[in-house]
């Protein structure tokens, strides 16, 4: 259980950022969200909404990032994981994790973000892919939200089972070899080239 000030402080935290990273249209809805939830609910909501780890006031990215709390993640790179969002507001909503805990994701993170989004595209052909970025607890992540109708990041999120998330997450995870047809690299000299590129881009996969 954290403290009524401990809690305080979150709250204002949370404020704060909405304030300074929210589209100006999507404040206000943010914030009744907020102060909506009523005081002895507001540390079950940061739970379940995945902003805290119950007892524990550690950045949960970078708990994640340690491999300290469990998730659905399908990719790697030098400086950033690729994980599924716990509650997705649709199929493949993932979050790029900077490995590095600061209030601005560093440029190899968004280089990290367009190929995944890529892969989240051509898994699940979403009509697209918006890119948008949250810091919460100062560490900047980035949200990678796959549109089939007209999902925003305020829509309803969804409670995902994990047997769920690991099917996503097995999707996402052997899309190389599913995606590439052997044709089309044959009547395709062009695109064979993009593909290697990217290869080198791609970052080495879990086991
Ligand atoms: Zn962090």
């Given at each position: ?16 950022q909405i304030n300074s990273n929210f589209p100006e249209d999507k404040k206000?809805e943010a914030l ?176």
């Amino acid at each position: 259980m954290l403290s009524d000030d401990e809690l305080t402080e979150i709250k204002k935290k949370l404020i704060d950022q909405i304030n300074s990273n929210f589209p100006e249209d999507k404040k206000t809805e943010a914030l009744e969200k907020i102060n909506s939830v009523p005081e002895d609910k507001f540390e079950e909501f940061l739970i379940q909404n995945n902003l805290i780890q119950e007892g524990d006031q550690k950045c949960i990215f970078c708990s994640i990032v340690e491999g300290k709390m469990p998730t659905n993640k399908f990719a790697e790179s030098e400086h950033s994981i690729a994980t599924l969002d716990i509650n997705p507001i649709s199929k493949g909503h993932s979050i790029i994790i900077p490995k590095v805990h600061s209030k601005e994701a560093p440029k190899e993170a968004f280089e990290f973000a367009e190929i995944i989004k890529e892969r989240i595209q051509k898994t699940f052909s979403p009509k697209k892919v918006d890119i948008s970025t949250a810091t919460i607890f100062d560490h900047e992540i980035i949200n990678l939200l796959p549109i089939y109708e007209n999902e925003t990041m305020n829509s309803e999120k969804q409670k995902a089972t994990q047997e769920e998330l690991q099917k996503t997450q097995k999707e996402l995870i052997s899309f190389k070899e599913e995606e590439i047809p052997k044709k089309e690299i044959i009547e395709e000299p062009k695109e064979e080239k993009i593909i290697s590129d990217k290869t080198h881009w791609l970052p080495k996969r879990i086991p």
